[in-house]
């Protein structure tokens, strides 16, 4: 099922904002509630995701992820 979404706009902007969702958790949940958090999820999820992921648990800096 997750195929044929993500083969559409609408699917690919679902999936989009459930990264989204779970990246923003994922930042709440190490550094705190901040300023820009939904801003930077969504800036984030446009990146390497999984890579992005595995620094935040490594425990890269606010700013290693703003930069």
Known sequence: MNNVLEQTETGREIARRNRADVMRALL???YGEFDDLQDLAERLVDRDYDDIMARIVAGATLA????
């Not at 290693?64 to 930069?67: A, N, P, T």
């Open 28 to 30: 709440k949940a190490r």
């Open 64 to 67: 290693e992820l703003r930069s």
